[in-house]
């Protein structure tokens, strides 16, 4: 009489289906390629969107410098909100930030703040909201672009951005937010924030829009 264990293995080795293996070449991808993937998993559009290559009219000199020094940490301020009107260059400084920090072995994604809106509603309904928001206020780095594209604003939204702020201000943590608005537009409690002159910075983009026509 064949002993159980010896019943087990013959069941099991004639459920079994032989199947020829399938062999994957690892492909080591070059330092390069690396970069280019990494950079664009944080937002970057393209590798050319760096300091040196950015047009420099005079009305943009300030704001340029002000991404500058909060990349390379020449900085006195951990803050900076950048507001005014469409395609003068914020979103490149905010891409141009991430491509010097990642360079300087620093990550620091670019997220869009009607991805940030759409993503919290997800959760409103999936569960995990909490989690995620208190998680993303407390990066390390964070840089918000955009806000007021792509999303209604309300009462919810903006209070939910001054909570950010509100939660980055206290802790010291590097922050960059640019919005297209006019700045009569953002409410004084989070403009407020940005006046602290030890720890934040507010500017003005006044440069005409710089995209190419056609």
């Not at 459920?15 to 070059?30: C, G, H, M, N, S």
């Not at 390069?32 to 009219?57: C, Q, W, Y």
């Not at 672009?145 to 951005?161: M, R």
Request: hydrophobic letters at 30%; proline letters at 4%.
């Amino acid at each position: 009489m064949k002993k159980i264990g010896e019943v087990i293995r013959e069941q099991d080795s004639s459920q079994r289906v032989t199947q020829t293996p399938k062999i994957y070449e690892e492909v080591e991808l070059t330092p390069e390629e690396k970069r280019a993937g990494d950079l664009k998993a944080l937002g970057v559009t393209s590798l050319d969107h760096i300091f040196k290559k950015m047009r420099n009219p005079p009305d943009f000199r300030d704001i340029g410098n002000a991404f500058y020094s909060m990349a390379n940490g020449k900085a006195n301020y951990y803050m900076l909100l950048v507001y005014g009107g469409t395609g003068n260059g914020k979103t490149l400084c905010c891409q141009a930030t991430v491509i010097e920090l990642y360079d300087k072995g620093q990550l620091c994604k670019r997220d869009r703040w009607s991805d940030i809106v759409r993503h919290l509603k997800e959760l409103m309904k999936q569960g995990g909201y909490e989690a995620y928001f208190n998680k993303f206020r407390s990066r390390k780095r964070l840089i918000i672009d955009d806000v007021g594209s792509g999303s209604t604003l309300g009462n919810w939204e903006w209070g939910e951005l001054e909570d950010i702020v509100d939660y980055r201000l206290e802790n010291g943590l590097f922050t960059i937010i640019t919005t297209n608005l006019d700045g009569k537009d953002i409410p004084p409690r989070i403009l407020s924030r940005f006046k602290d002159k030890n720890k934040a910075k507010i500017l003005f983009d006044k440069t005409p829009d710089q995209r190419p026509e056609g």
